[in-house]
T-cell receptor, first 117, second 116 residues
Framework: AQKVTQAQTEISVVEKEDVTLDCVYE???????LFWYKQPPSGELVFLIR??????QNEISGRYSWNFQKSTSSFNFTITASQVVDSAVYFCALSLHGSGNTGKLIFGQGTTLQVKP | NAGVMQNPRHLVRRRGQEARLRCSPMKGHSHVYWYRQLPEEGLKFMVYLQKENIIDESGMPKERFSAEFPKEGPSILRIQQVVRGDSAAYFC??????????????FGEGSWLTVV
């Protein structure tokens, strides 16, 4: 069975603090993608990153960075020097792409991040 | 998520009425997914469609819910005889395909259904 766990339900930080959002996934497939999406208070889902299972390189995009570790089945997301505009719900998701899979996303429950001024 | 168009953004229906939610995928995308986000919950997969075909409907409730993606026009998620428990945000997403390459899935802004 496939599963994504975001153990942190809510996180509150003060502006300029660094914050890491945890994501642990379960799958027996060897071919899969991992995603992070942001859902700001306005409600839309904003794509942040996609990672395939064969690429364990960490990625940095501005203040955002992602740490993919297959050994621990984790795909953690760090925001450096957080800002109030980062306040949102963040979802980690998994999709399978081996034979017979349709690429549908399996989402974690989400982590609500509140950044206080 | 630019380009995946959903309408209406907000819809209010009385119990027993029908709700129709529309989704136009991004240009060049032929694969559409529908997800539901119940209050205080994460997103759950409902159905995956390609043009004129339902590929995977394993997440669709067995009754009252249907989806289509005709050759021409938007994908439609239809909920008949709505009940209060159908109140949720319904998200449409599109992609170029389910293969290894190019399968970033982009979401629309969602349609919020409220059943009164």
């Amino acid at each position: 069975a496939q599963k994504v766990t975001q153990a942190q339900t809510e996180i509150s930080v003060v502006e300029k603090e660094d914050v890491t959002l945890d994501c642990v996934y379960e799958t027996r497939d060897t071919t899969y993608y991992l995603f992070w999406y942001k859902q700001p208070p306005s409600g839309e889902l904003v794509f942040l990153i996609r990672r395939n299972s064969f690429d364990e390189q960490n990625e940095i995009s501005g203040r955002y960075s992602w740490n993919f570790q297959k050994s621990t089945s984790s795909f953690n997301f760090t925001i450096t020097a957080s800002q109030v505009v980062d306040s949102a719900v963040y979802f980690c998701a998994l999709s399978l792409h081996g034979s017979g899979n349709t690429g549908k996303l399996i989402f974690g429950q989400g982590t609500t991040l509140q950044v206080k001024p | 998520n630019a380009g995946v168009m959903q309408n209406p953004r907000h819809l209010v229906r009385r119990r027993g009425q029908e709700a129709r939610l529309r989704c136009s995928p991004m240009k060049g995308h032929s694969h559409v997914y529908w997800y539901r986000q119940l209050p205080e919950e994460g997103l759950k997969f409902m159905v995956y469609l390609q043009k004129e075909n339902i590929i995977d409907e394993s997440g669709m409730p067995k009754e009252r819910f249907s989806a289509e993606f005709p050759k021409e026009g938007p994908s439609i998620l239809r909920i008949q005889q709505v009940v209060r428990g159908d109140s949720a945000a319904y998200f449409c997403a599109s992609s170029t395909g389910a293969g290894l390459a190019g399968n970033t899935i982009y979401f629309g802004e969602g349609s919020w259904l409220t059943v009164v």
